[in-house]
């Protein structure tokens, strides 16, 4: 072969090859699909998020598993032990129990005219109902006979205080407690000498009833029911306190030896000005009483008593 049809040979076999290099490969490179739907959004970062629903959300902390059908139940709870379930039986009973043998509490403000022997009625029911000891009993007799007092041994157990003690009259609110077979009482004793008003407000607001104290005697009475006495003011301010019940123990029929026309007069005075005061009849009770010899507080059954149930 000449040097001119090898030269020839060689352009046209370059000329073949650049014509092969500039033709696209199918099997080299492959046409991109155009993406369909919708399109991610970037939030701060490369990698798109899938979003949850909220409900989902709350459903994972519930701790659920899918059964065999597809319905989410709760794991079992693990089964208590026979000691463990009988403790648990004895805790209810007793808490059964204790809510049976709970007594409703209710407070009662004792009220009435200076020397009506307020103190005197609720020392003499505390010691009958045995809430006041046979030695202070004792020690309250010697020492108010030592003082020239014996007639007040009874309250000294609700006045204890040395100047109480020794002018002959509540001061202050006197507290005590007593049970019955419903109720567990508050006693609220307070003063009835004018001077001490504000003291006697003080135990009123507290009350949910009163007691009202009266002497029968002749002349005390109508002392303390007249105007100025302190019979009439107690009754308006513990009603308008809100004490709506009030139990009327007419003291010291003993005196007037058990006289029924006293008994009545006395409370034929008395229903009036309560109604009139804002005391329902239906809440309103008239007990006779003699304080000092303990008749009519917790029995009938003693000798003194035998004019009452004549």
């Not at 009662?108 to 103190?119: L, T």
């Not at 504000?198 to 005390?220: F, H, K, R, T, W």
């Not at 308006?236 to 029924?260: F, T, Y």
């Amino acid at each position: 072969m000449s040097a001119k049809e090898r030269e020839k040979a060689l352009k046209k076999a370059s000329g073949a090859a650049s014509a092969s290099s500039s033709r696209p490969s199918s099997t080299l490179s492959t046409p991109t699909k155009k993406k369909t739907g919708t399109s991610w959004k970037k939030s701060g970062s490369s990698t798109p998020g899938r979003s949850l629903d909220p409900r989902q959300l709350d459903l994972t902390a519930l701790n659920l598993s899918k059964d065999e059908d597809g319905d989410a139940r709760p794991d079992e709870m693990p089964q208590m032990s026979f000691a463990q379930e009988k403790l648990l039986d004895e805790a209810k009973r007793a808490i059964e129990a204790q809510g049976e043998n709970e007594k409703k509490g209710v407070s009662m403000v004792v009220i009435g005219h200076v020397d009506a022997g307020k103190s005197t009625l609720m020392g003499r029911l505390l010691y009958e109902l045995g809430r006041l000891e046979e030695k202070t009993r004792l020690l309250n007799e010697r020492g108010s006979a030592k003082v020239g007092k014996s007639s007040f041994c009874w309250a000294w157990g609700l006045d204890g205080t040395s100047e109480e003690r020794e002018r002959g009259i509540t001061m202050d609110i006197a507290l005590q407690s007593l049970v019955t077979p419903h109720r567990q009482v508050t006693i609220l004793d307070a003063p009835g000498h004018k001077d001490f008003i504000p003291n006697m407000i003080s135990g009123a607001s507290q009350a949910d009833c009163a007691l009202l104290v009266i002497d029968a005697a002749y002349g005390e009475f109508e002392a303390g029911f007249e105007r100025g006495g302190q019979t009439r003011e107690h009754l308006l301010l513990v009603r308008s306190l809100g004490v709506a019940q009030v139990i009327v123990a007419i003291n010291k029929l003993d005196q007037v030896n058990w006289d029924k026309d006293r008994y009545g007069e006395i409370c034929s005075l008395l229903r009036p000005f309560l109604v009139q005061s804002g005391f329902h009849p239906s809440k309103t009770k008239f007990v006779p009483v003699a304080a000092m010899e303990g008749v009519n507080l917790a029995t009938r059954d003693v000798e003194a008593a035998a004019a009452l149930n004549a």
